[in-house]
T-cell receptor
Framework: QQPVQSPQAVILREGEDAVINCSSS?????VHWYRQKHGEAPVFLMILLKGGEQKGHEKISASFNEKKQQSSLYLTASQLSYSGTYFCGTEDDYKLSFGAGTTVTVRA | DGGITQSPKYLFRKEGQNVTLSCEQNLNHDAMYWYRQDPGQGLRLIYYSQIVNDFQKGDIAEGYSVSREKKESFPLTVTSAQKNPTAFYLC???????????FGPGTRLTVT
């Protein structure tokens, strides 16, 4: 079953922060985050494993709360290069189920 | 350079024709995946393969077929039974000790 992402879209000015949420109705063992630029392939950002650890990629960090079955991606001091669609993926029998995506637009 | 190649980038076909999309990887990955992407619907899994000569249906396998005769190759055939084949198709692979998926550049298929 697909995880649910929110919001669907967000528009930011350079330097602003944003949070993208990913929640699942099933128990989570790990959450993956990918970013896709328009017309390109998705690129892996990070994976969070069970244990509530937080990871970072540039000024993008994420948290994982397995009790709440959700993960959040934090875009801090956003840059123009952060624009794209962000997908979370949850593991299910050796494959990933992806959310519908959150489109982030960062404006100068 | 290691990576995943998909060809062609754009493909046009008439309704009723089968078409095969190519996916090749030189990353020595065991697992390979095919996804379909439609606007606003994220990535939906069509088929996946954990090892050569074995593959499993994903969430939307109807109207598609695959083969995995070689580790490096995982071609996808879109058959005439697929009702809405026009979409962006992405192939991915992952290694044995990593859940990170590496994606190819995709093939945009248009069926008219």
């Amino acid at each position: 079953q697909q995880p649910v992402q929110s919001p669907q879209a967000v528009i930011l000015r350079e330097g602003e922060d944003a949070v993208i949420n990913c929640s699942s109705s099933k128990a989570l063992y790990s959450v993956h985050w990918y970013r896709q630029k328009h017309g390109e392939a998705p690129v892996f950002l990070m994976i969070l494993l069970k244990g509530g650890e937080q990871k970072g990629h540039e000024k993008i960090s994420a948290s994982f709360n397995e009790k709440k079955q959700q993960s959040s991606l934090y875009l801090t001091a956003s840059q123009l290069s952060y624009s794209g669609t962000y997908f979370c993926g949850t593991e299910d029998d050796y494959k990933l189920s992806f959310g519908a995506g959150t489109t982030v637009t960062v404006r100068a | 350079d290691g990576g995943i190649t998909q060809s062609p980038k754009y493909l046009f076909r008439k309704e009723g024709q089968n078409v095969t999309l190519s996916c090749e990887q030189n990353l020595n990955h065991d697992a390979m995946y095919w996804y379909r992407q439609d606007p606003g619907q994220g990535l939906r899994l069509i088929y996946y393969s954990q090892i050569v000569n074995d593959f499993q249906k994903g969430d939307i396998a109807e109207g598609y077929s695959v083969s995995r005769e070689k580790k490096e190759s995982f071609p996808l055939t879109v058959t005439s039974a697929q009702k809405n084949p026009t979409a962006f198709y992405l192939c991915a692979s992952s290694g044995p000790n990593s859940y990170e998926q590496y994606f190819g550049p995709g093939t945009r298929l248009t069926v008219t």
